[in-house]
């Protein structure tokens, strides 16, 4: 029987990079599970790579299908965007692990869908100045940055990742991300080991 390994972390603590390494390596053979928003596509992404694209009438129709396992609203400064975990398959624990990256909402949701021996937290960190620094950086990539937004998404983080919820969600083991990539892939991939990954 497999589990749901969850990524976590504020924004730009560097999930995704660790999410895609985790895969190449082949880590734990994990299988990718893709999540869906409403959020427009960001320069380079790819519809079903980093996220599937639909607009809030697709929401609406996986909604009504009961066919989300997880989601989350952000009152962003260009209107609602949505980011949520449908049933469609992609999660199959007879055949093996999974991973997937979300909040600490996302984790509790995954834990009363699935059962807490089923999902492991992988909370990643880093200080405040590098995330703003990255932050910086990935907006001026960007051929229309949204520095209003990425400002809004570092408060928001704030209180999404605060300590408090970080405690209540029962999260203990965390994984800083300020050295390189390899040495953060070694930890996880001993932590997924102990954890019966």
């Known amino acids: 029987m497999g589990k749901i390994v969850l990524?976590?972390?504020?924004?730009?603590?560097?999930?995704?990079?660790?999410?895609?390494?985790?895969?190449?390596?082949?880590?734990?053979?994990?299988?990718?599970?893709v999540l869906y928003?409403?959020?427009?596509?960001?320069?380079?992404?790819?519809?079903?790579?980093q996220?599937?694209?639909c607009d809030e009438e697709g929401y609406q129709k996986f909604l009504n299908d009961r066919k989300i396992i997880?989601?989350?609203?952000?009152?962003t400064c260009y209107g609602p965007w949505r980011y949520f975990t449908v049933d469609d398959g992609q999660i199959d624990l007879e055949s093996g692990s999974s991973l997937m990256i979300g909040t600490i909402e996302a984790y509790e949701s995954m834990v009363r869908y699935f059962g807490k021996d089923k999902v492991v937290p992988v909370y990643i960190e880093i200080s405040d100045r590098i995330?703003?620094?990255?932050?910086?950086?990935?907006?001026?990539?960007?051929?229309?940055?949204?520095?209003?937004e990425m400002c809004r998404r570092y408060?928001?983080?704030?209180?999404?990742f605060s300590e408090e919820k970080i405690k209540a969600a029962g999260i203990t083991r965390r994984f800083n991300n300020e050295g390189t990539i390899?040495?953060?892939?070694?930890?996880?991939?001993?932590?997924?080991?102990?954890m019966d990954v």
């Open 7 to 33: 990524l976590m972390g504020k924004s730009t603590t560097g999930k995704d990079t660790v999410y895609k390494n985790l895969l190449e390596r082949n880590t734990c053979n994990l299988k990718k599970v």
């Open 37 to 49: 928003t409403t959020r427009p596509m960001r320069d380079k992404e790819e519809n079903g790579v």
């Open 51 to 53: 996220y599937f694209f």
């Open 70 to 75: 997880e989601g989350r609203t952000y009152d």
């Open 131 to 148: 995330r703003l620094e990255r932050a910086m950086h990935r907006e001026n990539k960007q051929e229309h940055p949204k520095y209003d």
């Open 155 to 160: 408060l928001a983080d704030e209180e999404d």
């Open 182 to 194: 390899d040495h953060i892939l070694d930890e996880i991939t001993e932590y997924l080991k102990e």
